[in-house]
């Protein structure tokens, strides 16, 4: 059985070869979302998963010390928005059959509208001591990154959802007739806090979402990091769930008012940087924007060197740091 990235590796082939003509040199690779064909001169990526190919293809060409030429795709969406944040963007193109044709524009997609009746609602996380966090139309509740409830429009209104992930949300979803409400939102927050901590090891809980954990550091002192304001932003993309790798992110200034995007990641995420660029392009709109600095924060064990490469290749300003999350005591 032929396993989907033998397809992919010979549909990039195909469409290599019937725009530029064969070559049986060329190195041939796959990376996590993408196909990849390149000669000493030129590199082709075919993305499969706009929300893990491109970080991947990039890495690729680091490590071999080349340049991402022609970048492809059938939805060329994202990658449009995040290819205008590069020094040297890829030619991207669209994937038509057998043809390939000029991806169309992508702008920057604005922040999330919120409405009132969510943020009424999120009253009732604020009034158990969570953090609230706006993101894509929801009202998140957190306690050091980690949500524990969710306030989600409903109708003309707005609906409080109480649990650690989708399927503690269900759970909690059947215990509502059996206990109010008020007291299920302490409990999942005090389980929140009692696994929140250094002490806790390697719970799951402790472990879960740490790159939020990081960024709820950083707005508690913003001047870890040499800031003196630092407030949440949503993604662009919404994150699929708890526990991928997903970057968290925030907008602030230092002391001499210049603009920053922050993203805070743990592990090695390859997405990082691609992802962050689609927040800096939205987040550095206006006539002020190519100054504001792009900041990625991590511990300086996920520090590595193709992240660093990566970030090298951003058109603004970045600076890659290296800060430890309050679990490490």
Request: proline share 8%; with cysteine.
């Amino acid at each position: 059985m032929v396993d989907r990235s033998a397809l992919l590796a010979a549909k990039l082939n195909a469409l290599v070869t019937d725009r530029w003509g064969p070559d049986a040199s060329r190195l041939a690779a796959s990376v996590p979302g993408a196909v990849i064909l390149a000669d000493a001169d030129t590199m082709w990526a075919l993305v499969d998963d706009q929300s893990v190919g491109v970080g991947p293809s990039l890495a690729w060409a680091a490590k071999h010390d080349r340049r991402l030429t022609h970048l492809l795709a059938d939805d060329t969406t994202v990658l449009v928005r995040q290819m205008r944040a590069l020094k040297e963007p890829p030619r991207t193109w669209q994937v038509q059959g057998r043809s390939l044709i000029d991806a169309p524009p992508s702008p920057p997609i604005p922040r999330g509208e919120i409405a009132e009746a969510v943020v009424e609602r999120a009253l009732a996380l604020t009034d158990v001591g969570l953090d609230v966090l706006f993101e894509h139309g929801l009202a998140l509740g957190e306690h050091r990154g980690l949500e524990v409830a969710r306030v989600v429009p409903d109708g003309s209104g707005a609906r409080l959802e109480i649990g650690i992930g989708q399927a503690d949300r269900e759970v909690q979803e059947l215990m509502a007739a059996q206990h109010p409400e008020l007291d299920r939102l302490r409990g999942v927050a005090a389980l929140a806090r009692k696994y929140r901590t250094p002490e806790a090891g390697l719970h799951p809980l402790s472990r879960m979402a740490r790159e939020r954990w990081l960024r709820s550091d950083l707005l508690a002192d913003p001047s870890k990091i040499g800031l003196v304001h630092l407030e949440p932003v949503e993604p662009v993309v919404a994150r699929p769930n708890m526990v991928d790798p997903a970057p968290a992110f925030a907008v602030g200034e230092r002391a001499d008012g210049s603009g920053v995007v922050v993203a805070c990641s743990v592990g090695i995420d390859l997405g990082l940087v691609p992802r962050s660029a689609d927040v800096w392009l939205r987040e550095a709109e206006g006539p002020d924007g190519p100054d504001t600095t792009m900041i990625l924060v991590m511990p300086e064990r996920d520090r590595h060197r193709i992240t660093v490469l990566l970030a090298d290749g951003l058109s603004g300003p970045t600076e890659v740091l290296a800060v430890e999350g309050s679990w490490s005591g």
